[in-house]
């Protein structure tokens, strides 16, 4: 037994802004797992590194970033006002395919959000302590996307100007909305999410913004920090209120973030239209939706950590764990893939049937196929820890998962609309030029918004990040505790 | 004027979560009442060492949550059933299960607001002004140090005595915080 246990000094002598002198008696070593935190840094150097983001001179790739950016974003606010001054005849939609693009961006987006949420609230829920390093950022993701999501429903109606006929408000005959549909369902679902999503975020971030507050070296900074702060003091009864809310917010948020996705996949399998009426959508659109809201969050924190130097708080560890979700989830999605296949044939049902081999051989065989491609074929490769520890292949592959979901959408919304039950009702569906733009103009509005985000807000919960280190524990050598701890 | 600014209380400084924690036990079993912890991130078991109850929050939330529920469903059962009502492919006026989803929906939204609003409530937040963010040695209760403070407010309260006590608990540095 002696000899299991191994004692390491775990802090280099002399090495800056490090716990240093103190020895731990470490597990036996199949026992040990990588910390949170990698390089045994210290308490303040947490906040160091995580406040130090949005802090000093605005540094040059943020610009190359954020022009580009807002010009995108432009061009989407352009395109708006140009279908809202001509009409939808701008976008491709048309008989027999009267839902495009809008409705597939929407989804798509709303998607990407589900990973923020299922970081915050289901990881808290389970106790996942690796969350801390990426929640706060995989939050802001979910609000932008929201954003953007939003966007679609509201100009694809046309008449914009009669959007407010969503929300339960009299119309001009005084008729009220009809509750028995689920587009109505879907109003109250996403914007439940928004909100609710706005609020956790907002909650975990008041902590951080009162270390921005003490932090802050002018008056302004000090005066907005000191105002979003809300005179938080890190008062131990604060905290333990603050604890309770959290959870129930984990808590509440847990149901909503597999009810929105569940609801948006209503709006399609209620239609009695082949390729959408089946009743797996809920839960297969739940696991694409945090599939490839992992890919994008994927996407972003890479190229993050090492620009911001993050290396040591979104560690190596904390991509490997997001892989292996987007694996599972990946893998549902295939499987979902195949029982649609399964039950199309057992269903005996030859509209079905037509509507999948349609699918795999006809004219939108392109699209079936790279949603096969990066949605079950992608995602597989994520078994292998060489792949997984390989930052460069990690991000190309977490976009081929975001490709891939689009195209999944794409193939829900139009193959199924484009042929109808008579061929006289049949078609192919193009997009305008319009459409391009103003879906491309959604990532401006989205990078604009992040980078917004990265500059003013610290991007990872310095608190929680600082609770899941040992130096936080009051039972462990590193926190204090006499005799090894226990 | 100046010669006469009441102090607000004591304040001991911290190095790590262990040594609070043992400070606070002995605070807690001096009979201490309006005294407190701040620690930059919240310390596990520091809630039993300061004597805390389990906090109230999810009565808020549960009365939130009830609200938006009862207000869902009477609100879809009152516009499509009662004030308007109109025959949708043969379907009934009001049914629990399609009334469902947005009943649901809202049960969350108000719920999150009363667990939120609950939370700020029951800490007396927003507040503009608190004498310790005042102290420039406070500000590194949201870095990497840990305070006990004691307000002079607290009926045990003694100049010498409260200032022995917090000495003999291995702070590092002990100052008297004015209003």
Known sequence: MADAVISKPLAQPGAANQVAGIVVKAPPRELEREPMVRNQRSIGWISDAIAGVAEGKTPRWWWFAFIPSVIMMTACFTMILYLVSVGVGVWGPGHPVMWGWAIVNFVWWIGIGHAGTLISAILFLLRQKWRTSINRAAEAMTIFAVMCAGIFPVIH??????????????????????????????????????????LFWYMGLIPDLAVMRDRAKNKIRKFAYGLFSLGWTGSNRHWSNYEKAYLILAGLSTPLVLSVHSIVS???????????????????????????????????????????RLEDIITLRHVELMCKVTLATGSIVGYAYGIEFFIAWYSGNPYERYAFINRATGHYAWAYWTMITCNVIVPQLFWFKKIRTNMLVVFILSILVNIGMWFERFVIVVISLHRDFMPSNWGYFRPTWVDILTFLGTFGLFFTFFLLFLRFVPLIAISEVKGVTPQADPHHPLGGAKKGGH | MADTVNPYGIIA??????????????????????????????????????????????????????????????????????????????????????????????????????????????????????????????ALATHDRFFIVIETADPKYSETETRKLLESLGTRHIEVVEE
Not at chain 2, 89 to 113: D, R, V, W
């Open chain 1, 157 to 198: 109606i046309g008449r914009v100007w009669f959007g407010w006929w969503l929300f339960p408000i009299p119309n001009g005959n005084d008729i009220w909305p009809q509750f028995r549909s689920p587009l109505m369902w879907d109003v109250f679902a996403v914007s439940t999410y928004f909100t609710v999503s706005v």
């Open chain 1, 266 to 308: 209503l709006d399609f399998s209620v239609a009695p239209l082949p390729g959408r009426n089946k009743t797996i959508f809920p839960p297969y659109f739940v696991a694409g939706a945090v599939f490839s809201g992992f890919g994008m969050v994927l996407s972003l924190l890479i190229p993050l950590r090492r620009v911001l």
């Open chain 2, 13 to 138: 400084e911290f190095d790590n979560p262990a040594d609070t924690m043992h400070a606070a036990e002995k605070v807690r079993d001096a009979g201490f009442r309006k005294w407190d912890v701040f620690t930059p991130f919240p310390v596990h078991g520091m809630d039993k060492a300061m004597g805390l109850k389990n906090s109230k929050v999810g009565w808020f939330s549960f009365l939130g949550g009830v609200t938006g529920y009862t207000c869902g469903m009477l609100m879809i059962w009152w516009m499509n059933a009662v004030d308007y009502p109109i025959v949708v492919g043969g379907k009934p006026m009001f049914s629990p299960f399609s009334a469902f989803p947005p009943s649901y929906e809202l049960t969350i939204l108000l719920g999150s607001f009363g667990s939120l609003f609950g939370m700020l409530f029951l800490n007396r937040l927003p507040r503009l002004y608190h004498p310790l963010l005042k102290n420039r040695r406070f």
